[in-house]
């Protein structure tokens, strides 16, 4: 018998899911030793940042590893950096948000790594195994950081919710692999691809791909599987809830543009439909049902799932317009919701959570800085120029309009009107209702108003010139 | 770079004065929050000094060409093809100017009416400015529209923060309807600059080179009505005025006299400027339909206003009628017209203007705007009456004054255009001098019915300063409007040709079309 052949394997590609995997080890080994939060928090902030500068490096390679199995790609790059980025802030946050809440800090950081760990594994994976191994180390890792707060009810209530319907739409997402293995003979991207027949496509095909659309779904909470999302971002600690709403949420979508935009684009005919109901509808209920909350962090959970119905849209477009305006989307979204999300920890106190419109009563007057960071990124959701948020939907309607979606543009558009009405109550409550004019003590927050005030220069800079950002997102995308 | 021709007049003048106000607001924010009257001060300096720059572009101004002056354009976003591309023309020259007029004046004026968190009143007041000056002279779709959008927010925190009881439904009334029909404006200049591509052209927001995309009447007619809904929703044209009572009615005096003296004019400008000329056979066959939306407003804004028993309410319903002239003027689509509709911006402006002022005042003294309320101001307050007197008769048109220039060029363009239109219109004139002088005599003339009205004090010295200029320039524009219709000519009728122009030619491209050989047109 022949010996196992080993691949040739090129070990650049794996240096940031490596560096990212050893800081969670070093972590948690640590956190047995190290009381002090903070340094474990300035620890994994140095790791992460350290990960992030290699990566940049890599940046222009374009490396196909493990038998193919592997990329490390411009795309892969791209989202690593993003991945990398949330993962700064949101540790940036917790160094504040920790604080009283009894969550070990060595435990708290190293999954948060770990998960990283498993976004960048879904980024680079040319291989439905391999991104299926990604999206369980990630999914792991954050059922059980929704759970971190062992003494709040509700955290435990979001991990349990989250692990059973994340545990259902796996295997989905396993069901869809096989099918698409057994039509087409092959995990890679690159086979599967090459191996689609002509019209019309085989049935088993087909419902290999809708299983697909189904796991994806949830993982980005797309209606109609986002029926968890409220409860779970609702119920984790808040900066857990960062991390899911931007971060894992961008390494759904990039399996999914990956998956959808580069294997299965063969298909675009076939699945655009499908998509296409799937993100009017997320959109729409996503934004009709965020006016009916009254807690903060909740209408934020709505509001996340309408802006996937957003991203939704490029997808549903599908050419390299529109998936360089998927990235570039995901990248404001992602810096006006980690900021909106820090604003609500920052109000949050052991015990007390303070997410109520109530709780925002003359918040503008009374702690301008939250105020004016948390206008900046509720008009950039809303999307009003010359906001990040207005120059993401520009570019994802433009690639709507160019490629002939004009009712799901309108859809569109009507739905950022519809938005408004939800985002403006923040700042209604915050300037137009009064409230108390004083804090009675203001917190000290040093890491937690650093994270909101990053993330706010960069929605406002993105807004402004966002020509180098979206060179980045085209780049990346066309790296496929 | 494009291979746009260059025009010889570029320099940063234009900039300066849109960014000035801005610079100002952020200035503004570093002084600590006692010095209130540091605050009121600066913006009072920062609003003078864009006005003084804007009087240096009209003494520059070359009135004898429609070219665009003034000319800035730098890449913006290479990638998309969008500009900073900014200069003026005839027409909007004078909306410059009126925005630049009016801001110091409500500066000024809000030095008494604004007591409470005064700094961020005046930040908004300039941010609301830079946002106005730049939506008049962008030149890129793009850059129009950031300007637009940036403007609703100021405003919506005006109205929010600073006024009256039923601020919070109103302001976000004002916010959802500007918007929504906005984002649908979106979508049509996305759509229109992806037909420009299509048709060979760059990608490009530039409004001088997408004038001459040629679409199809189906194109023509959705994108038209795209533009025309967000524009109609801020001039606002009957029946998408109803957000406006409530706007005017809470907004604090400023917030009123911007709203109506600027920002409505931002939707006949956009008409104008934007939805006429790109889309000129939509436009021709809407105007039957327009017409009559115009008339309608004009009628059904006096009938409204004429039963209001509330001072500012029967003033901002008197501004759906004069709106409603406004767009007759523009669909007119001949140079009287137009030139008339211009001047009746400017006028209403004014008039308007100065009545929400002179409003404001009262109900500083009196707390209360309720026409019933008063009666026999003549003999307490004289100086107030005269002004009030005088802005009345400028708002009814009474020759001498300017509203009378602007009404008559209006009908006498519209003839032109619809012989019954006019005919309706012109009894719009009628009930316009019915409900003002009545509300005039009602609150001025006969006895004294309230106690506390005898011993109103008259305009202070600051007052007077707010409303003498304004009144100066009701007068003077009343026996002088040479100067202005002479230097808006060029432009407007470059306007009206490309209006009518286009329509010629799609026209004459119908008429004399050989036999089509096969489909290829498309249906």
Do not use: C
């Not at chain 1, 180390?137 to 059922?143: F, P, W």
């Not at chain 1, 300037?431 to 994270?451: C, D, F, I």
């Not at chain 2, 994108?223 to 604090?252: N, Q």
């Amino acid at each position: 018998m022949e010996a196992l052949a080993l691949p040739a394997i090129n070990w650049l590609a794996v240096i940031p899911v490596g560096l990212t995997s050893l800081l969670g080890l070093l972590l948690l080994a640590l956190g047995l030793f190290v009381d002090d939060d903070e340094t474990l928090g300035w620890l994994a902030l140095i790791g992460l940042s350290l990960t992030a500068v290699a990566t940049v490096l890599l940046a222009g390679q374009k490396i196909s590893t493990f038998n193919g199995t592997y990329a490390l790609d411009g795309y892969a790059v791209f989202f690593d950096m993003l991945f990398l980025f949330a993962g700064i802030i949101v540790v940036l946050m917790s160094m504040t948000y920790l604080e009283g809440t009894g969550i070990p800090a060595g435990d708290y950081y190293g999954l948060v790594s770990f998960a990283i760990a498993g976004m960048i594994v879904m980024a680079s994976a040319t291989d439905l195994i391999v991104l299926f191994l990604g999206l369980e180390v990630m999914s792991i890792s954050v059922y059980v950081l929704a759970g971190a707060w062992r003494t709040q009810r509700r955290s435990n209530e979001a991990a349990m919710k989250y692990f059973l319907l994340g545990a259902f739409a796996t295997g989905f997402l396993l069901y869809g692999i096989a099918l698409i293995y057994g039509a087409t003979g092959s995990f890679r991207l690159d086979q599967i691809a090459a191996a689609i027949p002509g019209n019309p496509a085989p049935k088993m095909l087909i419902a290999g791909v809708a299983m697909l659309i189904v796991a994806f779904g949830f993982k980005v909470a797309a209606v109609p599987f986002h029926m968890w999302t409220p409860d779970v971002y609702e119920g984790a600690p808040t900066t857990v809830t960062a991390l899911m709403a931007v971060a894992v949420k961008a390494a759904g979508f990039a399996a999914f543009v990956r998956v959808f935009l580069h294997g299965l684009a063969g298909l675009h005919a076939d699945w655009s439909m499908l998509l296409w109901v799937v993100a009017a509808l997320t959109m729409t209920v996503g934004n009709v049902l965020a006016l009916a909350q009254q807690n903060v962090k909740r209408m934020l959970a709505y509001s996340s799932i309408a802006h996937a119905g957003y991203i939704l849209v490029a997808l549903v477009a599908g050419d390299t317009t529109a998936g360089a305006a998927a990235l570039f989307y995901l990248l404001v979204y992602s810096f006006m919701t980690l900021g909106a999300l820090g604003v609500v920890a920052a109000l949050g106190e052991a015990g007390e959570p303070n997410e109520t419109l109530d709780d925002y009563a003359g918040l503008g007057f009374r702690r301008p800085l939250l105020g004016v960071t948390m206008t900046i990124f509720m008009l950039s959701l809303t999307g009003i120029p010359p906001l990040a948020g207005f120059a993401g939907k520009l570019y994802i309607f433009t690639a709507a309009i160019r490629d002939g979606y004009y009712v799901l543009a309108v859809i569109g558009v009507l739905n950022s009107a519809i938005s408004a009405g939800y985002y403006i109550r923040v700042l209604i409550a915050m300037y137009l209702t009064p409230g108390p004019e004083a804090e009675a003590r203001v917190p000290r927050q040093p890491y937690l108003l650093a994270s909101i005030v990053i993330s706010a220069v960069l929605t406002v800079l993105v807004g402004v010139f966002p020509a180098l950002w979206m060179q980045f997102a085209r780049m990346g995308f066309l790296s496929l | 770079m494009s291979g746009m021709e260059q025009v010889p007049t570029g320099n940063v003048l234009l900039s300066l004065i849109v960014w000035m106000p801005m610079i100002g607001a952020f200035l503004l924010l570093l002084l600590p929050r006692e010095q209130v009257d540091g605050a009121r001060r600066a913006a009072l300096v920062f609003s003078l000094l864009t006005f003084l720059l804007s009087l240096v572009l009209w003494i520059g101004f070359r009135p004898d060409t429609a070219e665009f002056q003034f000319l800035e354009q730098h890449p913006w976003v290479p990638e998309w093809g969008i500009q900073y591309v900014i200069g003026i023309d005839g027409v909007s020259l004078f909306l410059v100017l009126l925005t630049t007029f009016l801001t110091p004046v409500v500066i000024l004026f809000s030095f008494g009416d604004v007591q409470k968190r005064v700094k961020e009143y005046f930040f908004f007041m300039l941010m609301l400015e830079t946002g106005m000056l730049g939506a008049f002279v962008a030149l890129d779709l793009f850059l129009f529209y950031v300007f637009w959008e940036l403007m609703l927010v100021p405003m919506y925190f005006i109205i929010g923060i600073w006024g009256g009881p039923r601020r919070i439904y109103a302001s976000l009334k004002f916010l959802i309807y500007t918007l929504t029909a906005s984002l649908l404006m979106l979508l049509a200049i996305l759509y229109l600059v992806s037909a420009h591509v299509k048709n060979g052209g760059a990608t490009t927001f530039d409004v001088r080179l997408l004038y001459d995309v040629t679409l199809s009447p189906i194109e023509q007619g959705w994108l038209f009505a795209a533009f025309a809904l967000a524009f109609a929703v801020k001039v606002p044209m009957f029946p998408l005025h109803t957000w406006l009572p409530d706007a005017h009615v809470e907004a604090p005096t400023g917030g009123s006299v911007i709203l109506a003296g600027v920002m409505l004019k931002l939707g006949t400008y956009g008409f104008l400027r934007f939805a006429m000329p790109l889309f000129p056979n939509a436009m021709a066959a809407a105007t039957p339909f327009m017409l009559g939306l115009a008339v309608v407003g004009i009628i059904y804004g006096a009938l409204v206003a004429m039963v209001q028993p509330d001072l500012k309410k029967l003033v901002a319903y008197s501004s759906v009628s004069h709106l409603g002239f406004v767009m007759l003027g523009l669909f007119a689509v001949n140079v009287t017209g137009v030139q008339g509709a211009i001047y009746q911006m400017i006028n209403h402006g004014l008039s308007t203007g100065a009545l929400f002022l002179l409003v404001g005042m009262i109900y500083e003294r009196r707390h209360t705007r309720q026409i019933a309320d008063f009666g026999g101001l003549w003999k307490p307050i004289p100086k107030f009456a005269a002004v009030f007197l005088l802005v009345t008769f400028s708002s009814v048109g009474l020759p001498g004054l300017n509203g009378f220039i602007g009404e008559f060029l209006i009908l006498l363009g519209a003839f032109g255009q619809s012989r019954i239109a006019t005919v309706f219109a012109s009894s719009g004139l009628v009930l316009g001098a019915v409900y003002m002088l009545w509300m005039f005599q009602r609150v001025v003339f006969g006895p004294v019915r309230h106690e506390e009205n005898a011993t109103l004090e008259d305009l202070r010295p600051r007052e007077i300063a707010v409303l003498v200029p304004v009144v100066a320039m009701i007068v003077i524009m009343g026996v002088y409007p040479t100067p202005f219709l002479r230097t808006m000519e060029p432009s407007v009728k470059a306007l009206v040709e490309r209006m009518t122009k286009h329509q010629q030619r799609a026209v004459a491209v119908v008429d004399h079309a050989p036999p089509v050989p096969k489909h290829a047109g498309g249906v």
